[in-house]
């Protein structure tokens, strides 16, 4: 089946929100636009976006991985539903190690003084994982979920979000 542009830009617009909201949907051919979102894919789109919007100001200097595993770590910790989680009974949250903390980068905004934000995460029970070469480096540190909003107020954070975490595959080479 080949297909010209117009054939093409009207998959793309079709097979994109399918992918986003990681279910099945029913489309109207001529107008090639999702009309029904079968569930759970649809309610984890909408709550994604509901959270999103009702972020306060400090919240949203944090990563939405770290916003979402923060949310559910209160849930945890209260015994109280959140109802802002009730669309992601499929979604992978970030788990802290066995010690509560999570590996986190702090991105640090501009002219920010790095010490007083190290000294805010020690201050915070958090543990700073090493040194950074340059000043303009992110600050990288063990941190509990608890502490993210208190560290995000912080004038000297521009950002929170997970640090990611070195992988390789192997050298490829065969031991002789």
């Known amino acids: ?24 949907c029913a489309c109207s051919p001529s107008t090639s636009t999702p009309t029904a979102v079968a569930e759970p894919g649809g309610n984890t789109v909408f709550s994604l976006k509901d959270i999103q919007r009702s972020r306060s100001g400090a919240q949203e200097k944090i990563g939405s991985s770290l916003f979402l595993a923060m949310i559910k770590h209160q849930q945890e910790r209260s015994g109280v539903p959140d109802a802002r989680l009730q669309g992601l009974q499929k979604y992978r949250f970030l788990q802290p190690d066995s010690d509560g903390r999570l590996l986190i980068e702090i991105l640090l905004s501009q002219g920010a003084d790095r010490s007083t934000v190290e000294k805010q995460v ?3 029970d958090g543990q700073l994982t090493g040194t950074a070469p340059a000043v303009s480096d992110p600050v990288r540190a063990r941190l509990g979920l608890n502490f993210l909003e208190p560290l995000a107020e912080h ?17 490829g080479f065969a031991e002789q």
């Open 155 to 171: 004038p000297g954070v521009h950002f929170i979000r997970e640090a990611p975490v070195a992988t390789t595959h192997g050298s």
């Open 122 to 124: 020690v201050e915070l």
């Open 1 to 24: 089946m080949l297909l010209n542009r117009a054939g093409i830009i009207r998959w793309r617009t079709t097979i994109t929100p399918l992918l986003l909201a990681g279910g099945l």
